[in-house]
């Protein structure tokens, strides 16, 4: 009797788990500019080529149409690395660094991140690219 009850709650359970799941949705650069992202809450995946970086944005500009720029913020950092940042670097001031070396490098990335709406920047989640023939990643 047991048996029974526990085989629909683990079906219960399973399906709410895959409720929440938002698989990532790669998209061209026209495509996210062209408003994909108006709708808040969705993963989306866009390749580019850094024309800015700053501690809290990255700006992407379109490999065919360098005109066309998207601009990512990244997720704010917490009072941790502000003080690390006295004593030395800390992680946003070197992906800084890094994302400006691939502008002048001329390496693009991608960088993965969730929708806010109509208006308001993707927030970053990760920016990967390829380096000596390994892939990179700054996670978020």
Do not use: H
């Amino acid at each position: 009797m047991r048996m029974t009850a526990i085989l629909p709650a683990a079906v219960l359970l399973g399906g709410c788990a895959s409720a929440n799941y938002r698989p990532v949705q790669e998209v061209s650069f026209q495509q996210f500019t062209s408003g994909v992202c108006d709708n808040g809450g969705r993963q989306v995946a866009v390749s580019g080529q850094v024309s800015k970086a700053y501690q809290n944005t990255v700006v992407l500009s379109d490999a065919v149409d360098p005109q066309r720029t998207a601009a990512f913020t990244l997720k704010r950092p917490g009072a941790g690395s502000k003080v690390r940042g006295w004593f030395g670097t800390n992680r946003y001031e070197l992906t800084q660094q890094r994302l400006n070396e691939l502008s002048t490098q001329g390496t693009p990335v991608m960088i993965r991140a969730e929708c806010q709406g109509k208006g308001v920047a993707a927030v970053a989640e990760s920016i990967s690219y390829d380096q000596d023939g390994r892939r990179v990643a700054i996670e978020y």
